[in-house]
């Protein structure tokens, strides 16, 4: 079938519930098994407490591991135009999955040693955000077809902080045993992708010659490079996510001023996401009542709201009410970025469009985690000064909402939308 037949192939729209299903799976799947996520407290507290590195040594462990992600939008171009085993989300699925959970096996059996875990996370994560990046071009096909970004992002989210409600105590508890069940519970869970893939993904098969694959390439960078829209959304995330970065000088503080166990740094993780999930909810339900301007301003002013509470961090029973205020705060922002962030994904270069968007919060997150270690080890700035320099930076972003086109911000979610999805993509019966 040539690039014409593809084009004109009439589009049908899976049922939304199956969407559904699929993102829920997908996106519990490619987060919980993460290095970064129900593995990051377990490594985190096996650097500083067996291996003894440095609070900027154990941020850049994470900066660094994250590479792959920071490089998401190739992922992207790889999927949306190069289909594998005549499909352009199955294929990718079965097969990095597969390899994620044979890399979880080769964590298991690698020493100790900082340079040898590295590479290995490393050469993981490589493969998830492969599997990573179906998952999010799945959303955004979906979202378009059906006139339903804000309901799926906010499903998205929903599940993310659910993650966290798991990842929390799941986190805490394996991080006090031995490492190699950290490495067996992220192996079983990626697993999952696999028979969530081949039950509720249905793809007509696509078949393309040499050629018709490498115009296909250059489409999908004449699509990403005229996307004006999507630059302007991407720059207001860019500016959101690089702020200075208090995670890991969060986790010292942690351990070292309020004499958390892992347990209970867990539990802390699992209060903000509890209220993720509140957030989460609430925007699913208010995103149709709403247009985006309106949610974008308000979540981002809670969003910073929320952060600067991190000013009163002094004891356990302060941690647990501003980390549960700001798991609340913050995933109101993520949901309202990540509702932006598919709408303005032209349509045909979904995968590549949303991981080019992914790529700019994750290299902004990581890298200013990393840079706000050294900056306070170097400088020896007070915590209090990164979480005022934090706040500043995020509150900037509200009034530049009112900058973005106004396509993107004047429609309510249950609004049709202007951009139809390339028929050749459209979900399948």
Request: net charge positive; proline share 4%; glycine share 8%.
């Amino acid at each position: 079938m040539g690039q014409d037949d593809l084009s004109s192939t009439k589009p049908s729209q899976q049922p939304l519930w199956m969407a559904a299903a699929f993102i829920v799976i997908g996106v519990l799947a490619t987060t919980l098994s993460q290095p970064q996520m129900l593995a990051r407290i377990p490594i985190q507290n096996l650097l500083k407490n067996e291996l003894n590195v440095s609070r900027a040594q154990n941020a850049a462990f994470f900066f660094w591991i994250g590479f792959p992600w920071y490089f998401k939008p190739f992922a992207g171009i790889l999927t949306d135009a190069y289909p594998l085993f005549g499909t352009r989300r199955r294929g990718y699925i079965l097969l990095t999955i597969s390899l994620t959970v044979l890399m979880w096996v080769g964590v298991y059996f690698t020493p100790h040693r900082y340079n040898l875990l590295l590479w290995a996370c490393l050469i993981l994560d490589t493969f998830m955000v492969v599997a990573s990046t179906v998952v999010g071009g799945y959303m955004v096909e979906a979202g378009q077809a059906s006139s339903s970004s804000g309901r799926l992002t906010a499903v998205r989210n929903w599940v993310e902080q659910f993650s966290y409600v798991i990842m929390g105590p799941t986190a805490g508890f394996l991080a006090a045993i031995a490492f190699g069940w950290t490495a067996l519970a992220c192996g079983s869970i990626v697993f999952l992708l696999i028979p969530g893939a081949l039950f509720l993904i249905r793809e007509q098969k696509i078949r393309l010659n040499r050629q018709e694959l490498l115009e296909r390439t250059g489409t999908q960078l004449r699509n990403i490079a005229s996307a004006k829209t999507m630059w302007i959304a991407a720059g207001l995330m860019a500016l959101f996510y690089i702020a200075p970065g208090i995670q890991t000088a969060l986790f010292y503080k942690q351990q070292n001023d309020l004499h958390m166990t892992t347990e209970m740094q867990g539990f802390n993780v699992f209060l903000g996401g509890i209220f993720g999930i509140v957030a989460a909810t609430a925007y699913g339900l208010v995103c149709k009542r709403y247009n985006l301007r309106t949610l974008l301003i308000v979540c981002l002013s809670l969003g910073t709201l929320g952060n600067l509470g991190y000013v009163w961090y002094s004891t356990v029973t302060h941690a647990r009410v501003i980390d549960s205020v700001n798991g609340f705060a913050y995933t109101l922002c993520e949901v309202a970025l990540m509702d932006l962030a598919v709408r303005s994904t032209p349509a045909g270069s979904e995968g590549l469009g949303f991981s080019l968007m992914m790529s700019v919060r994750n290299l902004a997150l990581f890298g200013t985690d990393w840079a706000g270690s050294k900056a306070m080890e170097a400088w020896h700035l007070p915590f209090n000064a990164m979480v005022v320099a934090n706040s500043v930076t995020t509150l900037i972003t509200v009034p530049l909402v009112l900058a973005l086109p106004a396509v993107l911000l004047t429609q309510r979610d249950a609004d049709s939308i202007t951009a139809e999805p390339a028929p050749h993509l459209a979900l399948q019966e």
